[in-house]
């Protein structure tokens, strides 16, 4: 039956940024598919994000520049041309010039519990999609198949030297911490966790990327689970809505496809980005 289901809602208006949705589970009540106007002012940038869903960005004016976890070179998506983003790819929406305008559709709809946003704290946008969606933003996909890449953080020195001796790698706190192997499916958390237990642990430290199924066909299992303290110091009082894969088992040299470098300031205590991996322009 032909009908009319819905009207535009104002679902986003801060700084320079509007998203009206046409349809979706805001503007139709509707979860199969949502599909949105959105316009951005001014140059900026989206962080990075994991969706638990496909979306299609049609552009209409200006540009965006895709930076996608993995590829050396980013992705220009001009006025006329439509991206395609699958589920559980992990990637960055920059708009560099500003006076732009993209409709994006997404199947099945956006909800905040669908994306991972890679800010502190929770940004206003994601604040005011949380109200309109009556739901928390969540920290990892809700709907199965959980986060597929994953990531740790390590001392070098303690990397290399399990490579050296090809034997799997497990941090100094691992009995202590119930025979387990902290890890994430988001980066950028990282740098808020090393900044909180490990500013006084000297050295080089670097970042470990590695999948699910990777460990899985090394017979080892991750269970996804609340985060939890680190040799015995309890995590900072904001991750109550973490959801951290933790590693049952150590990480052995052959799983791992990816080793990034992690910068410091120039005391050698406050840890500040993932090269190549949080400190994309």
């Excluded at 303690?158 to 988001?186: C, I, Q, S």
């Excluded at 699910?212 to 680190?230: F, K």
Aim: charged share 25%.
């Amino acid at each position: 039956m032909v009908r009319i289901v819905g009207k535009a809602e104002r679902v986003v208006d801060f700084e320079g940024l509007t998203i009206d949705e046409y349809c979706g589970n805001v503007a139709t009540t509707d979860d199969r598919i949502s599909i949105a106007h959105v316009k951005v002012a001014q140059a900026s940038s989206e962080p990075f994000l994991t969706l638990d869903y496909d979306e299609w960005m049609c552009v209409l004016r200006g540009r965006i520049v895709i930076l996608n976890d993995g590829d050396e070179e980013p992705l220009e998506v001009k006025a006329g041309q439509t991206v395609f983003i699958a589920k559980g790819e992990r990637f960055r929406p920059t708009f560099p010039d500003g006076d732009t305008e993209y409709i994006p559709v997404c199947l099945p709809a956006f909800r905040p519990d669908r994306c991972i946003r890679e800010e502190a704290d929770g940004g206003e946008v994601s604040k005011k999609l949380k109200s309109l969606h009556g739901a928390d933003v969540a920290v990892v996909p809700s709907a199965e198949p959980l986060p597929e890449t994953l990531f740790h953080m390590c001392l070098a020195s303690r990397w290399e030297a399990a490579k050296a001796a090809n034997v799997a790698y497990f941090p100094p706190t691992f009995e202590a911490d119930g025979f387990l192997t902290h890890a994430t499916a988001v980066p950028a958390r990282l740098i808020e966790t090393a900044n909180h237990f490990y500013t006084e642990t000297a050295g080089d430290w670097i970042c470990l990327r590695f999948t699910r199924s990777a460990l899985r066909q090394a017979g080892i299992y991750v269970r996804d689970e609340a985060a939890s303290p680190v040799g015995g110091q309890a995590v900072g009082t904001a991750w109550n809505e973490w959801v951290c894969p933790h590693i049952i088992g150590g990480i052995p040299p052959s799983v791992v496809n990816k080793e990034f470098a992690m910068s410091r300031d120039s005391d050698g205590k406050a840890f500040l980005a993932i090269r190549g991996v949080t400190d994309i322009a």
